[in-house]
């Protein structure tokens, strides 16, 4: 099941939220930020302890991580990297898929049954929302139909983000 709200993430009371994160883990802007304030310093710890793949590198684009939600009401954050959209030619869209993709199979791995994703790539990282959103859905779905015991909401942060998703799911012009 899915389910598009308008809202903060770090509100919801669920079994795992997304991060939008950076690929050194350590906390960032927008989401990130928003997230690592209302976790509190016991997450930026967590992060630290996350091994480098390569320096300066804890989560690679596309990948995932998880760490406890600390002070949050969810259970778990699951930090993903979304790509830096250029141009739409660079792998953006195959790296989008990726962060859904393994976001929902940690999710999974750790026992997860809701999952709530920001826009991830949309603010600072300039995807284009319509874009992002499509992939969003279309992984999500596929992952749903092997899994239909979980629920994922897709946590907007404006009302025109929530009308672009609610637009793909209802399948509408
Ligand atoms: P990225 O670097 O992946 O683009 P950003 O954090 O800049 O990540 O933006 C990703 C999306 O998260 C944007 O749509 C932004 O509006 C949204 N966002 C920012 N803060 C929050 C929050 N507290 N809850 C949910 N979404 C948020």
């Known amino acids: 099941m899915t389910q598009v709200i308008k809202g903060d993430i770090t509100t919801l009371k669920v079994d795992a939220i997304v991060n939008a ?7 960032g802007g927008g989401v990130d930020g928003a997230i690592h304030r209302a976790a509190g310093r016991e997450l930026f710890e967590a992060c630290l302890k996350v091994p480098e793949v390569r320096p300066g590198v804890r989560c690679p684009t596309g990948e995932a991580r998880i760490t406890p939600g ?9 930090h993903t990297v979304g790509p ?7 792998g953006e869209a195959e790296k989008l898929a990726n962060c859904y993709r393994n976001s929902l199979a940690l999710a ?13 790539s949309t603010g600072v990282y300039g995807y284009p929302i319509e874009e992002a959103s499509e992939i969003a859905v ?4 596929a992952f749903l139909d092997a899994h239909p ?6 946590c907007c942060f404006s009302e025109k983000d929530k ?7 209802n399948g509408k012009e």
Not at 21 to 27: D, I, K
Not at 108 to 119: L, Q, S
């Open 21 to 27: 994160a950076n690929q050194v883990m350590l906390g």
């Open 70 to 78: 600390f002070k949050l009401p969810a259970k778990y954050v699951i």
């Open 84 to 90: 830096v959209y250029r141009d739409g030619t660079k």
């Open 108 to 120: 999974c791995e750790n026992g997860c049954h809701t999952v709530a994703f920001p826009c991830i």
């Open 138 to 141: 279309k992984e999500t779905k």
């Open 149 to 154: 015991e979980m629920e994922v909401i897709f």
């Open 163 to 169: 009308a672009v998703y609610e637009k793909i799911l």
